[in-house]
Nanobody, 118 residues
Framework: QVQLVESGGGSVQAGGSLRLSCAASGYTFTSYCMGWFRQAPGKEREWVSSITSISTTTYANSVKGRFTITKDNSKNTLYLQMNSLKPEDTAMYYC????????????WGQGTQVTVSS
């Protein structure tokens, strides 16, 4: 079955960097669109970034210019490079996958915590 496992979260000071990884299995990685979402305590989950099967990328305005989404098809792994981190980036980060013609993401990982201190 489809499995998404995130890693790479942690605690950093403002201005620091982290790289999140999402290892995918159980489906044809190259055929799916992938995304990163985050949810802070007391807030709704929000979309962060997406990448299509042909590596077209999009970003939320709040992270544009600071975060970079990439994927390595040979490793079935999705990445999120996060630079210039801010305290407001503190959240649980989730990766997700969907068939590219669908609007909704069907598959979700368990999340990895990112904490940014000022």
């Amino acid at each position: 079955q489809v499995q998404l496992v995130e890693s790479g979260g942690g605690s950093v000071q403002a201005g620091g960097s982290l790289r999140l990884s999402c290892a995918a299995s159980g489906y044809t990685f190259t055929s799916y669109c992938m995304g990163w979402f985050r949810q802070a305590p007391g807030k709704e989950r929000e979309w962060v970034s997406s990448i299509t099967s042909i590596s077209t990328t999009t970003y939320a305005n709040s992270v544009k210019g600071r975060f970079t989404i990439t994927k390595d098809n040979s490793k079935n792994t999705l990445y999120l490079q996060m630079n210039s981190l801010k305290p407001e980036d503190t959240a649980m980060y989730y990766c997700a996958a969907r068939v590219c013609w669908a609007k909704a993401f069907d598959y979700w990982g368990q999340g990895t915590q990112v904490t940014v201190s000022s």
